[in-house]
C-alpha cells in the first residue's frame, strides 16, 4: 500500500530538520563578554553579547572573551629632582577596546592565551604607567609629588591614553587613580614634616593677621554704615512723623468738617422734627378745642332741650307740682352752696303768712317768723 505523497513531504522536512540541528549551531554570548566570530584568521563579526549560527564543517572560530572593566595595581619607585625617593601606589582600570578590530587585536595579543593571556595583560598595563609615572617623578619636586596628585594623575591618563601601543593591542584605559604618596627617607620625611608645618604656622598666622585685618577693616564699614543708616533712618522716621502729623491734621479737619456737616444735618432734622412736632401739636390742639366746642355745644344744646323739656313739663304742672319741683330746685341749689346749716324765717310786716306767694304761704306755715316792725 502507497503512503500519500504529503507524507512523504512532511517526513523529507522532519529528517532535513534533525540534519539541520545536527550539522548546525547556535552561538549566543551573554552581557558582559566579547563574542568574536573568527575565520582563517580573519575577524568577521564581533560584539558584546551578540549571537550566530556555526556549522559543524564551517572554519570559524567563536571567541569569548571578558567585557567587563578590570583592575590592575601598580607601584612606582624613582627619586625627584632633589634626589629623594618617593613611591607612588595606585590602581588602573581598563578595558578591551571596542573601535574597529580592536577586540581581535586583544584576542592576538593576550586573551588568545587564555589565562595566562589575561595576566600578561595586566602586567603589560601595569609596566605602561609605571614607567610613565617614573618619568613624572624623576621631573619633578619632592613637594609636587606630595601635593599634585591630581595633575599628575590628568597628565598621566592624556600621556597612556596617546600611546599607540594601546591601540596596537586593542585596549584602552578607562581610569587612573594615585592612592598613595610616600618619602621613603625618614629624614627628609621629617624635615619635610618640620617645613610643612612651619608653613603651615606661618600660614596660619598670615590668615589670623589677614583675618583680624579683615575683621576690623569689615566692623568699621559695618559701624559706618550702621551710623549711616541711623542718620537715613532717623531722618526717614522725622520725615514720616511729618508726614504722619499734616496727615492726621488733615484728618482731623476732614473729620471735624464731616462732623459739622452731620451736626448742621441733625440740628435741620431737628429742627424740621419740632416744626412737624409743633404742626403736629397745633393740629391737636385745634382737634382738641374744636372737640371740646362740640362736647360743649352738644351739652348747651342738651340742657337748652332738657331745660326746654322741663319748662314744657312745667307749664303743664299743677300748682301743687309746681310748687314741689320749686323746693326740689331750691334744695338743689342749697345743696350745692357751701353751707353747713340752713334756716327759713318768715318776713312779715303784719305777721301774717302772706308773702305773696299764693299757694306757697302754706307751705312756709311751719316756719318762724319774723314780724317786721312798724
Known amino acids: 500500500m502507497e ?3 504529503y507524507i512523504y513531504i512532511i517526513l523529507a522536512l522532519i529528517i532535513g530538520l534533525i540534519i539541520y540541528r545536527k550539522c548546525v549551531e547556535y552561538v549566543q554570548g ?18 558584546i553579547g551578540i549571537g550566530g549560527y556555526k556549522t559543524i564543517y564551517s572554519t570559524i572560530d567563536v571567541v569569548r572573551m571578558p567585557s567587563y572593566v578590570q583592575r590592575v595595581d601598580f607601584k612606582a619607585t624613582e627619586v625627584t629632582k632633589e634626589l629623594h625617593g618617593v613611591e607612588m601606589n595606585g590602581f ?9 578590530d580592536s577586540p581581535f587585536r586583544a584576542y592576538k595579543a593576550f586573551y588568545g592565551k587564555g589565562e595566562q593571556g589575561i595576566i600578561e595583560g595586566k602586567e603589560f598595563i601595569q609596566s605602561i604607567i609605571e614607567a610613565e609615572l617614573k618619568k613624572l617623578i624623576v621631573t619633578d619636586t619632592i613637594e609636587n ?12 591618563e592624556k600621556t597612556i591614553g596617546k600611546l599607540e601601543v594601546l591601540k596596537e593591542f586593542g585596549l584602552k584605559i578607562e581610569r587612573i587613580e594615585l592612592t598613595d604618596v610616600k618619602i621613603l627617607s625618614d629624614s627628609v620625611f621629617k624635615s619635610l614634616q618640620t617645613e610643612h608645618r ?12 589677614e583675618t583680624r ?4 577693616k569689615s566692623q568699621m564699614e559695618t559701624n559706618k554704615e550702621i551710623e549711616t543708616k541711623k542718620i537715613e533712618a532717623t531722618s526717614a522716621l522725622d520725615q514720616l512723623k511729618l508726614k504722619n502729623a499734616n496727615e492726621l491734621e488733615i484728618l482731623k479737619a476732614k473729620l471735624s468738617l464731616e462732623q459739622q456737616k452731620d451736626i448742621a444735618k441733625y440740628e435741620i432734622e431737628k429742627l424740621a422734627l419740632q416744626t412737624n412736632l409743633a404742626k403736629n401739636q397745633q393740629d391737636f390742639e385745634k382737634d382738641k ?24 313739663s312745667e307749664s303743664k304742672m299743677s300748682n301743687n307740682s309746681l310748687q314741689l319741683r320749686m323746693m326740689d330746685s331750691l334744695q338743689t341749689i342749697y345743696q350745692k352752696l357751701p353751707l353747713s346749716d340752713v334756716k327759713f324765717f318768715q318776713v312779715s310786716e303784719n305777721a301774717s303768712l302772706d308773702l ?13 317768723t319774723i314780724q317786721k316792725p312798724s
Open 3 to 5: 503512503l500519500p505523497w
Open 30 to 47: 551573554s552581557s558582559n563578554e566579547w563574542i568574536l566570530f573568527i575565520e582563517n584568521g580573519k575577524m568577521k563579526k564581533a560584539g
Open 92 to 100: 588602573c582600570l581598563w578595558s578591551i577596546d571596542p573601535k574597529d
Open 145 to 156: 609629588s606630595i601635593k599634585d596628585r591630581n595633575g599628575k594623575r590628568t597628565v598621566l
Open 198 to 209: 612651619e608653613k603651615i604656622k606661618q600660614k596660619a598666622e598670615t590668615i589670623k593677621n
Open 213 to 216: 585685618k579683615v575683621i576690623e
Open 289 to 312: 378745642v374744636a372737640r371740646e366746642l362740640e362736647i360743649e355745644k352738644k351739652r348747651m344744646d342738651f340742657e337748652m332741650s332738657k331745660k326746654k323739656t322741663i319748662l314744657e
Open 356 to 368: 305773696s306767694l299764693g299757694s306757697l304761704s302754706s307751705t312756709f306755715k311751719n316756719f318762724p
